[in-house]
């Protein structure tokens, strides 16, 4: 169960930030604020699961708390951790899946 909410959180939020701002911004939605709104909650997701995942709470998630709380995370591991430092960070799992989005 946890890993189908894992994809799921990671579908929505790479889905998310494929989606130009405009688009995201229903009618009628004073300056865009709802598709923000629903942008921020999504990265929230991820944030609070990072750092759920992120045992040792130093702001680096390792293959092994990768595996363990973010699965499909830990399924790019080796595509996130660009510098092959053997972590990645929030930032670094934020740049892939913008990255993946944008080359859909």
Known sequence: MKKMIAAFVLCIVAAAVSVPASAQTP???ANG???NARLERMMAQVQSRFAAANTTHDG?????QA???MPRVAQHFDEIDTQKAGFVTLAQIED???ARAAAR
Request: a positive charge.
């Open 27 to 29: 009618p009628g939605a």
């Open 33 to 35: 604020t709802r598709g």
């Open 60 to 64: 680096k998630l390792t293959r092994e």
């Open 67 to 69: 595996q363990a709380g």
């Open 96 to 98: 892939f899946m913008r």
